[in-house]
């Protein structure tokens, strides 16, 4: 089969064979949390089941469960060796996200309290 | 042979195995991986103006008035549904299983679909009601956040399309397996974003 032979090309010397730590058992067990945490979501938006003044902060920390349900699941991000350049480099990306949205908030919060007409 | 000539040979081998370079799929995922981490981070623009003008309704409709919670979840269990058969068919493909993959396609493909149409609907039904872009600076940030997401949904749907032609016509050689890698990346970055539209924007827009 040529796709063998074009395989050989991707192995590079001194370096195992890439194993695969996905399984169909890990994505069932991520799509079930996943779905739990999604459930969980639209049934505290739309029920006083949490403090109502609570609500906002509890749908933030399921979005984030299920984003990190979604990583290390969906995306298999792990603390293997052959990760940690993927995982400096989302740890950077999370550092812009927070940077703009909660600047952007802040200064603008501060902005209209400071706005005498408003 | 001394003791020490075979570990002085150990050593250099396990020395080789640290600086060899990585394997190309290694650094194939690190580099696309790099660039969805970008794309987020254009999100997290678009969020921050969503979050900054979703109360400038210039006395127009407000979230809670446009939003349909059930059509919001039936989109989010769409795309979460496919983001699973997608992995599921990057597994057949790693596995060397192309039929398994192609089967996997299918759904992954008209749930995908079904997220999108589900999503030009909402958006239709609000511009009938007078509620489109123009309306108020809420509304634009809307269109803008959102519309960018399904454009990203769609773009999917196509680069999947061709990546089923690929691995019809070429079969699951490296470089296949390469790109399928990279689609299954965007496809589930995609999911992620949308946590954080559903989130933020549909959820605590009912508020």
Partial sequence: ?118 | MTTTTIEAAANRAAHQREVGPAPKRIVVAYGFWIFILSDIVMFSALFAAYAVLAGNTAGGPTGADLFNIRNVFLMTMCLLVSSYTSGLGALSAEQRKPERFLIFAVPTFVLGAAFLALEISEFMGMVDKGAGPSRSAFLSAFFTLVGMHGAHVSAGLIWLVYMVAQVVAKGLHAAVLRRLLCFSLFWHALDIVWIGVMTLVYLMGIQ
């Fill in chain 1, 1 to 118: 089969m040529d796709g063998d032979d074009l395989l050989v090309e991707d192995r590079t010397p001194g370096v195992e064979e890439h194993e695969s730590t996905a399984s169909i058992l890990s994505y069932t067990l991520g799509l079930g949390l996943a779905i739990v945490a999604t459930i969980a979501s639209f049934t505290v938006a739309q029920t006083d089941l949490l403090w109502p003044p609570g609500i906002p902060a509890g749908l933030i920390v399921l979005a984030l469960a299920q984003i990190g349900v979604h990583l290390v699941f969906f995306l298999h991000l792990g603390s293997a060796p052959d990760q940690t350049n993927n995982i400096l480099a989302l740890a950077f990306g999370v550092l812009i996200v927070f940077l703009v949205i909660g600047g952007s908030i802040w200064i603008v919060a501060n902005l209209n309290a400071n706005m005498p007409m408003h």
